[in-house]
């Protein structure tokens, strides 16, 4: 069974940062793409970004293009979020999730997700 326990979420000023992360257990994490979705209070959860099995290849959502940077390190079975600039639009739980294959996008499945962290973004 697949484990993903993500950590990083919290209160920022818009225009900060936060670093979110996501550490994998289970199936060899490191040959399966992996990625981030988020849900804000009343929206349908939506795809942030995605990065491959070897982190060759990384795909965004257009409102996280420029701002927010996905990577892994499969040494540590870990992939990061990296979200700077932050709005307060950002506002939202931030899940983890793992793929089936090798490489993933916008559209798609995950197999497997976190519980999710919280990001709040004060204006």
């Known amino acids: 069974q697949v484990q993903l326990v993500e950590s990083g979420g919290g209160l920022v000023q818009a225009g900060g940062s936060l670093r979110l992360s996501c550490a994998a257990s289970g199936r060899t994490s490191r040959t399966y793409a992996m990625g981030w979705f988020r849900q804000a209070p009343g929206k349908e959860r939506e795809f942030v970004a995605s990065?491959?099995?070897?982190?060759?290849?990384?795909d965004y959502a257009d409102s996280a293009k420029g701002r927010f940077a996905i990577s892994r390190d499969n040494a540590k079975n870990t992939v990061y979020l990296q979200m700077n600039n932050l709005k307060p639009e950002d506002t939202a739980v931030y899940y983890c999730n793992q793929y089936g294959g090798i490489v993933a996008g916008p559209k798609a499945r995950p197999d497997y997700w976190g519980q999710g962290t919280q990001v709040t973004v004060s204006s």
């Open positions: 990065i491959n099995w070897i982190g060759s290849r990384t």
